[in-house]
C-alpha cells in the first residue's frame, strides 16, 4: 500500500492552513516542484528495481526485503521531518530525500513480492490479479484517509499516520525476510558478475518484437495514470468546484474499480486473447479523457470509473502477461526492464506534467492548462492503442502465439517442455 505517494498530493494540494482545525505549516510548491516529489520517488524505485532484480537470484530475497523495509522507514521520518521546517527551501530538500530513500525501498519491495509471485503463479491473470487488487485497494484507502485526516488533524500530523502505516509494513517486510527459505537462489556455481552477464546478454540476443510492442503501452498506461492521480485532486478543485476532501475521495474511485478485478482475471485464464483485453483496456482509459474534455456536463465520477475500469483491465492482464512476452529463460530480468520502463516514465511525465501546469497565467487561462494536460493524456492513450494493435500483430506472427493461450494451455506448454528437457538430461552418476 503506498500510503506516503498519497499524502504527498494531500499535503502540496493544501493552499489554506488557516482553515484546518489545528495550525500547521503549509508549503508554497509550485507544480514543478510537487511533482518533482513523485518524480523522484519513481526514479529511485526504477533504479533499484534493476539492482534488486540482478541480485535476487544471487543473493536471495531476505537482505532486500529488510533494506526495503529500513529504506521506506527512514524515508518516511525525514518527509514528515520536512513538513515541520519553516524554511521552503530545507524542507524541500528534506522531503527529496525522503522520497528518494522511500523510492528505493519500494523498488526493492516490488521486485522482490513479484519474483515471489511469478515463482508461484507464473502465468495465472486470476493470483496475480488478486496481488495486484490488494495494492490498488490500498491506493484508495490511501486516498480515503488522507481525505478524512487532513481537515481535522492538519498536514503534519496526517503524515504520522503514513509513518505508523510504514512501519507496520516495515515489520512485514521483517517477517517475510525471516520466513524466506530462499530456495530459488541460483546455484549453478557460476560467479555473479559472469552470471549476470550472461542473463542479460541473453536478454538482449533474445528479445522480439512481441516483447517491444508489449513494453509500450505497459509504459503509457502506467504513467497515464499515475500522472492522472496525482494531479487529479487540483483539477476536480479547480474545474469542479470540489472540495479538497472532495477530490481526493473521487480520485480514488480510479482505484476502487479494482473489485473487478477477480471477475477479469478468472475470464482472461479461461477464454486467453491477452492481446484483445488489453487493446480493450486501453480503448476504455483513452474514452475516459475524450468524454470529458469532449462535452463539460460529464461529471467527474464518470471520468474516473471509466479510467478505473480500464485500469482494472489492464494491470492484471499485463502484470500476468510479462512472463509470457519474456524473452526464454530472461523473465527475472525481463520483468525489472519493464518496471523500469514504467517507474521512469512515471516520473517523466510526472515533471512534463508540473511544466505544464506552470505555465504562465498570462499566456494562457488556467483552464486551458488542465486542457493541455488532458490533452497530453489523451494523447498517450492513443499510442497506447496504436501499440496494443501492433501487440496483437506481433503475437499473430510469433511461434505458438502465446498470449492468445489460455492458463491451462499454457501450463500444458511449460509441462511439456520440462518433461522434454528431463528428458534430455543425462542423468548424473552415483
Known amino acids: 500500500m503506498n500510503t506516503d505517494s498519497t499524502v504527498v498530493a494531500a499535503i502540496v494540494n493544501a493552499t489554506d492552513p488557516s482553515a484546518y482545525k489545528k495550525p500547521d505549516h503549509c508549503l508554497n510548491l509550485d507544480s514543478t516542484e510537487y511533482n518533482s516529489l513523485s518524480a523522484t520517488f519513481t526514479y529511485a524505485t526504477a533504479i533499484a528495481s534493476v539492482f534488486a532484480a540482478l541480485a535476487v537470484k544471487h543473493s536471495g530475497q531476505r537482505w532486500l526485503i529488510w533494506s526495503s523495509g529500513l529504506l521506506a522507514v527512514t524515508g518516511a521520518f525525514l518527509f514528515v521531518g520536512g513538513s515541520y521546517l519553516e524554511d521552503n527551501d530545507t524542507a524541500f530538500a528534506l522531503l527529496l530525500i525522503g522520497r528518494l530513500l522511500y523510492g528505493f525501498g519500494n523498488g526493492f519491495r516490488t521486485t522482490v513480492c513479484s519474483h515471489r509471485v511469478n515463482h508461484l503463479w507464473k502465468d495465472s491473470t486470476l493470483m496475480k490479479g488478486l496481488y495486484v487488487m490488494s495494492g490498488r485497494l490500498g491506493n484508495a484507502f490511501s486516498f480515503w484517509l488522507s481525505g478524512v485526516t487532513l481537515d481535522a488533524i492538519g498536514m503534519s500530523n496526517a503524515i504520522w499516520i503514513a509513518v505508523g502505516l510504514t512501519i507496520i509494513a516495515s515489520f512485514a517486510a521483517l ?13 549453478e556455481g557460476v560467479g555473479k558478475w559472469e552470471s549476470t552477464k550472461r542473463g542479460v546478454n541473453q536478454f538482449f540476443t533474445n528479445v522480439d518484437a512481441l516483447y ?111 512472463t509470457i512476452v519474456a524473452p526464454q529463460n530472461t523473465e527475472g530480468f525481463s520483468n525489472a526492464v519493464l518496471k523500469f520502463l514504467r517507474y521512469f516514465g512515471t516520473g517523466t511525465f510526472a515533471l512534463i506534467a508540473g511544466a505544464i501546469l506552470n505555465e504562465q497565467v498570462d499566456l494562457i487561462t488556467h483552464d486551458g492548462v488542465w486542457r493541455n494536460l488532458l490533452l497530453l493524456l489523451l494523447s498517450m492513450a492513443i499510442l497506447a492503442i496504436l501499440a496494443s494493435l501492433c501487440l496483437s ?6 511461434v505458438g502465439k502465446p498470449l492468445t493461450l489460455t492458463e491451462k494451455e499454457h501450463r500444458r506448454r511449460e509441462h511439456a517442455k520440462e518433461t522434454k528437457h528431463n528428458e534430455t538430461t543425462p542423468l548424473l552418476s552415483d
Open 212 to 322: 517491444c510492442w508489449f513494453a509500450v503501452p505497459y509504459f503509457l498506461i502506467h504513467s497515464i495514470v499515475s500522472t492522472f492521480t496525482t494531479n487529479a485532486p487540483n483539477l476536480l478543485v479547480s474545474r469542479g468546484r470540489y472540495t479538497e476532501i472532495e477530490a481526493l475521495t473521487i480520485i480514488s474511485v480510479v482505484y476502487v474499480m479494482s473489485i473487478i478485478i477477480p471477475v477479469v482475471g478468472f475470464v482472461v485464464d479461461h477464454t486467453g486473447y491477452r492481446q484483445n483485453w488489453i487493446t480493450l483496456a486501453t480503448v476504455v482509459v483513452m474514452s475516459a479523457f475524450v468524454a470529458y474534455l469532449a462535452s463539460t456536463t460529464v461529471h467527474s465520477i464518470v471520468m474516473t470509473i471509466t479510467l478505473g475500469i480500464g485500469y482494472a483491465i489492464f494491470d492484471p492482464v499485463s502484470s500476468a502477461s510479462t
Open 175 to 187: 517477517f517475510q525476510g525471516y520466513i524466506d527459505t530462499e530456495d530459488d537462489l541460483d546455484h
Open 393 to 398: 500483430w506481433a503475437n499473430h506472427r510469433s
